[in-house]
């Protein structure tokens, strides 16, 4: 009989210390060249004790989660740290009025079929969304091939009209940003949304002169995928009540500054060095302040 209890015993011990493992989710959002800040954030992070069990991301955060899996934080620091201009990224189709983009992926994938010789240190998913029937669709490594998985985040990154579709696949970004939700979904109690910018709007000034018109519809668009971001974060806030939705820790993981635009991929290194030694972390109590819910 005592050997029985005993035994029971263990298997309880055993069984809670199961429970009280956390599973750690980072959640990548989309920030075009900024994903180098976020790329240093994960390294700050890891160099902290704080390492993924599981990562997602959309559009250029896609890139982030996709690369955290196959080549680890570091990795992921470094290969942003390579990118010194737009072209290590994208190459131009010169014959664009007879394609979907202005840009291809052709660097882009070469990048990333590299990466993928590795084996995936841990669960990655990238979210894209197709250009016919707006559906979205998450894909994870943990259930595809490397073939597929990689062509998945090519479909995530392609940005509508500026860079050629994946068979009819492009940016998610348009309906979503921070998929808190999924992360959950794959059993992550434990999850830090990492951002390439202030979650806050920075104030900016109303430009005059050349290309006033561009800087003036970048500002609308960049405000637009701000109300998105916040749209997902207080839906799950709001949820914090319902099953599956209890002890979840959520931080936010932003730089103190944003450090340039998201389509200055001359300063990718620059980017890494920033978000590395340069960020700070909220916790549902101050989200909860910031969007006083």
């Not at 989660?65 to 942003?80: D, I, Q």
Request: glycine share 10%; proline share 3%.
């Amino acid at each position: 009989m005592r050997v029985l209890l005993s035994v029971l015993q263990l298997w309880a011990q055993e069984e809670t210390e199961k429970e009280e493992v956390s599973k750690v989710g980072f959640c990548f959002t989309g920030e075009g060249a900024r994903g180098s800040v976020q790329a240093g954030i994960a390294l700050g992070l890891h160099e902290e004790g704080i390492d993924a069990d599981f990562t997602i991301g959309i559009s250029s955060g896609s890139i982030c989660s996709a690369s955290y899996s196959y080549l680890g934080p570091r990795g992921l620091a470094e290969m942003w740290s390579n990118v010194s201009g737009v072209f290590d990224v994208f190459g131009i189709n010169w014959n664009f009025p007879w394609r979907t983009g202005l840009l291809n992926q052709r660097p882009m994938e070469k990048i990333l079929r590299s990466a993928m010789l590795n084996d995936p240190i841990c669960e990655s998913v990238v979210v894209r969304m197709n250009i016919e029937d707006g559906r979205m669709d998450y894909v994870s490594n943990a259930n595809s091939t490397p073939q597929e998985f990689s062509e998945a985040v090519l479909g995530a990154v392609a940005i509508t009209a500026l860079v050629e579709d994946r068979d009819g696949w492009v940016d998610a970004g348009s309906r979503q940003l921070a998929p808190l939700e999924q992360c959950i979904e794959a059993g992550c109690d434990e999850i830090y949304v990492i951002m390439g910018r202030r979650f806050q709007i920075d104030q900016w000034e109303r430009p005059r002169g050349f290309m006033s018109a561009a800087k003036m519809a970048y500002r609308a668009f960049d405000i637009s995928l701000n109300e998105i971001m916040i749209r997902d974060i207080t839906k799950c806030l709001k949820n914090e009540g319902e099953f599956g939705y209890r002890g979840i820790d959520i931080h936010l993981v932003e730089p103190l500054e944003t450090p340039f635009q998201s389509v200055e991929f001359n300063r990718c290194r620059e980017g890494v060095s920033y978000g590395k030694n340069n960020y700070t972390k909220s916790d549902k109590r101050g989200l909860r302040g910031f969007l006083k819910l």
